[in-house]
């Protein structure tokens, strides 16, 4: 069964040819033109990913990405025609799984959609990591620390299973990297520091003293089991 995309675009131009060249791609589609409308059809198709521009009418995208957030991880790329790094920053590090550009090409947002849909298979892989008082259920995106749940972006899940399939051994940036985006994660490596940051917000009694991910200056990261 195809994956069902859903766009949340006001530009219709733009919007229809988003469409076109998903579903040349193999994807199903459905286009919203509004906030209001995006979010009616996430929560009637369940897609499997959302391409969300934050300029729109009605519900403006950061409005409809934190009430998706709420209630599902569903994979989002953001899309912006304002492009600084700033901007970029601070949609990934709310929890978006990538952010592209005004203006892109069509095969640029293809390969960032089959990569973030690639990226999110792994995580729910039939398996379960348990250090320490941390525990990670991949087949069911669920966190505990002490056995009080946590909630985690992908990202977040992604980067601990690593972490915890690596106890005490050093991690680099680019092997995080490498691990957690499988080798698309160009736009990324500025971000890796801030979702490890908000991860220890979640996972740590005191973040300014990790005792868990603790960073070995100079080298990169590790989890202490």
């Not at 209630?71 to 920053?89: C, Y």
């Not at 009694?205 to 991910?213: G, K, L, V």
């Amino acid at each position: 069964m195809a994956a069902i995309i859903t766009i949340i675009e006001d530009e219709e131009r733009i919007a229809h040819w988003m469409q076109l060249y998903l579903e040349q791609a193999g994807f199903t589609t459905y286009l919203a033109s509004d906030g209001l409308a995006g979010l009616a059809l996430v929560q009637q198709h369940q897609p499997s990913l959302v391409v969300l521009d934050l300029m729109l009418p009605k519900l403006d995208g950061l409005a409809v990405f934190k009430v998706i957030r709420q209630t599902s991880n569903i994979p989002i790329i953001m899309v912006t025609a304002r492009s600084s790094d700033e901007e970029r920053i601070y949609g990934l590090e709310l929890g978006a799984d990538d952010y592209v550009g005004k203006p892109f090409n069509a095969r640029e947002l293809v390969a960032r959609v089959r990569a973030v849909l690639r990226r999110s298979q792994p995580i729910y892989a039939s398996q379960t990591l348990k250090r320490g008082p941390i525990e990670l259920d991949l087949e069911q995106h669920h966190c505990t620390v002490n056995q009080q749940p946590v909630e985690l972006s992908k990202i977040q899940l992604a980067l601990l299973a690593t972490f915890m399939r690596h106890p005490n051994q050093i991690l680099s940036r680019e092997q995080l990297l490498e691990a957690v985006f499988a080798g698309d994660y160009a736009g990324f490596d500025r971000s890796l520091d801030a979702h490890i940051a908000r991860l220890r917000q979640r996972i740590e009694h005191d973040r300014t003293n990790p005792q868990y991910i603790v960073t070995v200056y100079g080298l990169g990261y590790k989890f202490v089991d």
